[in-house]
């Protein structure tokens, strides 16, 4: 997304037999221009094995991204179900889908307008009132994860309480999903990573 802001997701521990008993993750988010920020688990310690990935033959590398989807999936789902019970009414409104990739990874936010229509104040109709306009799901993305505190807008409207629930730092439906569900995808990836090296170790 365009916000210059770090995503309020925290290291979580997750067990993986691949590496050791126990393996520290982390969870990292990426920006783009069309207000979507993608979200990942990267497993800390592991840059060698997904470089060794990368030189597997391609039904294999096919095999580790069918199972990070489907991983990425089941994150999609509860983040969407946090999403609808969030304090933050708003967190609904907010596109979330899962990316094929190696790692765990879904997109939250975009371009989408989703927004109540309201008059801009920097668009105006000839008559010189603002035009009516949405928000793009972009622009609603954080004020819905830390809640109401008084600012401004990518759209330029200041704003006070209107995210409903209070600030909060550590997220209302996005940091709290992903850490809560971090060990399990880890436990699951790695699991996938070894069902697909398995025919290498069985040679």
């Known amino acids: 997304m365009e916000h210059r802001r770090p995503a309020h997701l925290h290291p979580a521990r997750a067990a993986g037999r691949a590496v050791t008993s126990t393996t ?31 030189r597997l033959p391609r039904d294999m590398q096919d095999e580790v991204r069918d199972a990070s989807l ?6 999609a789902g509860r983040l969407k179900a946090a999403a609808a019970v969030s304090p933050t009414p708003q967190a609904a409104l907010i596109p979330v889908a899962p990316k094929r990739d190696r790692l765990v990874k879904v997109v939250i936010g ?3 307008k989703v927004g109540r ?12 009132r603002g035009r009516k306009v949405s928000a793009k799901a972009g ?26 629930a209070g600030h909060n730092a550590s997220g209302w439906w ?7 569900y971090a060990p399990e995808a ?18």
């Not at 979200?39 to 990935?53: A, W």
């Not at 489907?70 to 994150?75: C, F, G, Q």
């Not at 996005?174 to 809560?180: E, L």
Request: avoid cysteine.
């Open 24 to 54: 520290r993750t982390r969870s990292t988010s990426s920006t783009t221009s069309s207000g979507s920020v993608s979200v990942s688990l990267e497993v800390r310690g592991l840059r060698d094995l997904l470089r060794d990935l990368n």
């Open 139 to 164: 622009a609603l993305l954080w004020g819905s994860e830390t809640g109401s505190r008084s600012g401004e807008d990518r759209d330029g409207r200041r704003y006070t309480s209107r995210f409903v």
């Open 174 to 180: 996005v940091g709290p999903t992903v850490n809560r």
């Open 117 to 128: 229509p309201y008059r801009s104040r920097t668009d105006r109709l000839k008559s010189g």
């Open 70 to 75: 489907a991983i990425s999936t089941d994150l």
């Open 186 to 203: 880890v436990r699951r990836w790695l699991a996938a990573v070894d069902d697909a090296l398995r025919p290498l170790k069985a040679g």
């Open 110 to 112: 975009g371009s989408r």
